[in-house]
């Protein structure tokens, strides 16, 4: 005869005991990830030799010519070179083959309408330290002149670990359009069925929760995620996919225009619009042997030279 086990005792067991045991992840073979390595440059840890306005033209009135001193050490004509300095990261990201899936989308009008979805699964890693700039005692010549304090910058990891704040766009180059990465819950489950074996795929949202270790030489603590782009126009051959926020490095164009360091990925398809498939489709920029129609084509993704990927600021 089985004896009861006491409510109270069953209170006071861990947790583990209970606990469901996870399916185990889906061994990728050799080849079917692509990974891009983290980029990080020192002059990215820095701004300038730029003029603060608010100074030099919003408070005009203070600038004077001391009697027992050199001018530029005055607060205005120091705000006319100012280089700004701060640390900066970035992510390494992983990617499967671009792919389509058909599900069911929910319509205003409360009906379901099987759709075509485009999505890339893929992870980032917090596996590159930052660049940090260095102070040091003395006086240093640089490109901008005497610098006194930051003449160099040194790696140092984050103990914190890092956040991803995904945007990923994808752009038709030969028809001009552009496409948001949108949340589809039905989507991103018929993935996971397909994609993984109990592993989590987050959502551009949910990705922003996660926070990404650091993961040392041998380890691996990536984070998983997925883009969903729906309506993408069935005639598109040429298109790329902007990835923003791997890294918080920033650039100011002229006009002061701010523009966040991305990550561009190439891809290309000889279908056509009559019956999408993702077997059509091609990482990279395709190398067309006639030279006329091979310059048009690398006119479309404005690059002079076939590329899989590239680093750039847009």
Same mark, same amino acid.
């Given at each position: 005869m089985s004896r009861r086990i006491p409510i109270i005792v069953l209170l006071l067991l861990p947790s583990y005991v209970f606990a469901q045991p996870q399916r185990p992840t889906r061994k990728l073979a050799p080849g079917v990830v692509t990974t891009i390595p983290a980029q990080l440059k020192s002059g990215e840890t820095l701004t300038g030799p730029m003029a603060i306005t608010d100074i030099t033209v919003g408070m005009a009135n203070l600038a004077f010519t001391p009697n027992f001193g050199p001018k530029a050490d005055t607060l205005v004509e120091r705000a006319k070179k100012v280089i700004l300095r701060r640390s900066v990261h970035c992510l390494e990201f992983s990617f499967k083959p671009l792919r389509m899936v058909r599900v069911d989308i929910p319509q205003p009008n409360g009906r379901m309408r099987k759709k075509l979805i485009w999505y890339l699964v893929y992870s980032v890693k917090y596996g590159q330290a930052d660049l940090h700039p260095k102070a040091v005692k003395g006086a240093f010549v640089t490109d901008f002149g005497t610098d006194t304090k930051f003449p160099q910058v040194e790696p140092l990891v984050d103990p914190k670990g890092k956040r991803f704040f995904p945007g990923a766009v994808m752009t038709s180059h030969d028809y001009k359009k552009t496409?948001?990465?949108? &949340?589809?819950?039905? +989507?991103?489950?018929?993935?996971?069925?397909?994609?993984?074996?109990?592993?989590?795929?987050?959502?551009?949202?949910?990705?922003?929760?996660?926070? &990404?270790?650091?993961? +040392?030489e041998g380890e691996d603590k990536a984070v998983w995620g997925v883009f969903t782009w729906e309506d993408i126009d069935p005639r598109t051959d040429y298109l790329s996919i902007y990835i923003r926020g791997l890294s918080n490095a920033y650039l100011i164009q002229p006009a002061k225009k701010l523009t966040y360091k991305t990550l561009e990925l190439n891809f290309w398809r000889p279908g056509d619009a009559d019956d999408e498939h993702e077997k059509e489709i091609r990482y990279g920029v395709p190398d067309e042997r006639n030279p006329v129609q091979f310059q048009k084509i690398l006119k479309l993704y404005g690059t002079r030279k076939p590329l899989e990927y590239r680093w750039l600021y847009r």
């Open positions: 496409y948001l990465d949108r &949340i589809i819950p039905n +989507a991103v489950k018929a993935i996971q069925s397909r994609e993984t074996r109990g592993m989590k795929l987050y959502n551009s949202v949910e990705m922003t929760a996660q926070v &990404i270790p650091y993961s +040392a």
